[in-house]
């Protein structure tokens, strides 16, 4: 299923790779086995890299075989793995209890590391690609660290490149749309204070629990009456707490926390705002304090500039076929650290099909299951893509021999 005839005989060596940093997974800023086994493959081929950006990242550079078009491309690669304890039954499973390659970022290192190996072995293009191993995907701002580390400034990118496995669509599929792809992530948290007091005379405190109850019923107000029905957003409270088990004491404090979901920064500087105003005028209206004590922007919604969109919809249709690739996929309402890279430079982030007819394969489980593994038969697809991207964006110039 490959263009590359050289790319389809790596599949094997791929698949060792792959199991091996399935077996020995690390968490974020802790990727020190994928890290050195990059590092040892990339000096092995003579590939010049950066270590040590963020702490486990590397950046690699590859020349082509001509550089006149000072042109640049990234492309990029997770290497984190997840707090899971595995149960995917598979004889390569984590041999580190408790973490676990749970969202196949093992095969997104050996996608990148396979399409160094092709790109530096080739050089079959026009400018320069620089590969980008990634750590802390996870929640855990291993792209904006390595941003403010200098990854721009050191290794310039006209455009960005970035794939996810995606148990949900078969293999020989892929997903992707233009503008939002992925949401934000952010967090808050609140703390309601009043005055406690004995269960049977509320009249003598200021009871934090109807105002908490209450507030949870106005923020949900925020999505269904303060945002057009067209801007997609999500606000939850996923957390509650209050009292101390004791049936008559009604407690001081109640404190509650959730997620928002939102796809431009418009509706998530607007919701952060309206929580904010929300919990003042709730608080005063129950006679408690509310207050907002933390709002986090976790993770940045991922959003795919129109150009460089249509331009790996059309390689990936050059490469699976125009039925097997829908350049106009429903928003995810999930977060992926690739977004703060297209914060700062054109790109586009797709979704490579690895699911199978039988729907208790582990490869159909879904991303953080304890039962999930990555699909090894789409590691030759992804890498073609990349090879691809690099050398349809840069071409070398026909008759330069
Ligand atoms: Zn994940
Ligand atoms: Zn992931």
């Given at each position: 299923m490959t263009k590359r005839n050289s790319i389809a005989r790596m599949t094997e060596e791929m698949t060792a790779w792959r199991r091996e940093l399935h077996q020995n997974p690390g968490l974020a800023y802790e990727e020190t086995y994928a890290a050195s086994f990059v590092e040892k493959k990339l000096t092995e081929w003579g590939v010049s890299f950066k270590k040590g950006?963020?702490?486990?990242g590397i950046v690699a550079t590859i020349e082509g075989?001509?550089?006149?078009?000072?042109k640049a491309i990234g492309l990029r690669g997770d290497m984190d793995a997840l707090p899971i304890n595995e149960k995917?039954?598979?004889?390569?499973?984590?041999?580190?209890?408790?973490?676990?390659?749970a969202c196949g970022h093992d095969g997104h290192t050996t996608i990148l590391l396979a399409a160094a190996k092709y790109l530096s072995e080739?050089?079959?293009?026009?400018g320069k690609v620089h590969l980008v191993f990634q750590?802390?995907?996870?929640?855990?701002?291993g792209a904006d660290t390595m941003i403010s580390e200098g990854l721009f400034r050191d290794f310039p990118c006209d455009a960005m490149y970035g794939l996810h496995n995606w148990p949900f669509l078969p293999v020989g599929k892929a997903e992707l749309r233009a503008g939002p792809l992925l949401a934000a992530v952010d967090e808050f948290d609140i703390t309601i204070t009043g005055e406690g007091g004995h269960g049977a005379y509320p009249q003598s405190t200021k009871d934090p629990i109807p105002a908490g109850a209450a507030l949870v019923s106005a923020l949900q107000?925020?999505?269904?009456?303060?945002?057009?029905?067209?801007e997609p957003v999500v606000v939850s409270v996923t957390n509650f707490n209050a009292g101390?088990?004791?049936?008559?004491v009604i407690p001081d404090t109640a404190t509650l926390s959730g997620t928002v979901r939102t796809f431009s920064v418009k509706a998530q500087d607007f919701v952060e705002q309206r929580i904010r105003d929300i919990c003042d005028n709730l608080g005063a209206a129950y006679g408690v304090k509310a207050e907002m004590t933390r709002y986090f922007r976790n993770t940045k919604a991922t959003i795919n500039t129109p150009k460089e969109s249509d331009f790996a919809a059309q390689t990936l249709v050059n490469l699976l076929g125009a039925d097997n690739v829908n350049a106009d996929c429903d928003l995810c309402l999930g977060g992926e650290d690739f977004g703060a890279f297209l914060y700062e430079v054109p790109g586009a982030y797709i979704f490579l099909g690895q699911g199978t007819?039988?729907?208790?394969?582990?490869?159909?489980?879904?991303?953080?299951?304890?039962f999930y593994d990555f699909n090894d038969e789409i590691l030759p697809i992804a890498v073609d893509y990349f090879a691809e991207l690099v050398e349809t964006a840069m071409p070398v110039v026909k008759n330069a021999a």
């Amino acid at each position: 299923m490959t263009k590359r005839n050289s790319i389809a005989r790596m599949t094997e060596e791929m698949t060792a790779w792959r199991r091996e940093l399935h077996q020995n997974p690390g968490l974020a800023y802790e990727e020190t086995y994928a890290a050195s086994f990059v590092e040892k493959k990339l000096t092995e081929w003579g590939v010049s890299f950066k270590k040590g950006v963020a702490t486990t990242g590397i950046v690699a550079t590859i020349e082509g075989r001509e550089n006149t078009s000072a042109k640049a491309i990234g492309l990029r690669g997770d290497m984190d793995a997840l707090p899971i304890n595995e149960k995917s039954g598979q004889p390569w499973a984590s041999q580190k209890s408790g973490t676990m390659h749970a969202c196949g970022h093992d095969g997104h290192t050996t996608i990148l590391l396979a399409a160094a190996k092709y790109l530096s072995e080739t050089r079959n293009f026009n400018g320069k690609v620089h590969l980008v191993f990634q750590p802390a995907e996870e929640g855990a701002h291993g792209a904006d660290t390595m941003i403010s580390e200098g990854l721009f400034r050191d290794f310039p990118c006209d455009a960005m490149y970035g794939l996810h496995n995606w148990p949900f669509l078969p293999v020989g599929k892929a997903e992707l749309r233009a503008g939002p792809l992925l949401a934000a992530v952010d967090e808050f948290d609140i703390t309601i204070t009043g005055e406690g007091g004995h269960g049977a005379y509320p009249q003598s405190t200021k009871d934090p629990i109807p105002a908490g109850a209450a507030l949870v019923s106005a923020l949900q107000t925020i999505v269904s009456r303060n945002i057009a029905a067209v801007e997609p957003v999500v606000v939850s409270v996923t957390n509650f707490n209050a009292g101390t088990g004791a049936t008559n004491v009604i407690p001081d404090t109640a404190t509650l926390s959730g997620t928002v979901r939102t796809f431009s920064v418009k509706a998530q500087d607007f919701v952060e705002q309206r929580i904010r105003d929300i919990c003042d005028n709730l608080g005063a209206a129950y006679g408690v304090k509310a207050e907002m004590t933390r709002y986090f922007r976790n993770t940045k919604a991922t959003i795919n500039t129109p150009k460089e969109s249509d331009f790996a919809a059309q390689t990936l249709v050059n490469l699976l076929g125009a039925d097997n690739v829908n350049a106009d996929c429903d928003l995810c309402l999930g977060g992926e650290d690739f977004g703060a890279f297209l914060y700062e430079v054109p790109g586009a982030y797709i979704f490579l099909g690895q699911g199978t007819p039988d729907k208790k394969s582990p490869h159909n489980q879904t991303l953080h299951s304890p039962f999930y593994d990555f699909n090894d038969e789409i590691l030759p697809i992804a890498v073609d893509y990349f090879a691809e991207l690099v050398e349809t964006a840069m071409p070398v110039v026909k008759n330069a021999a």
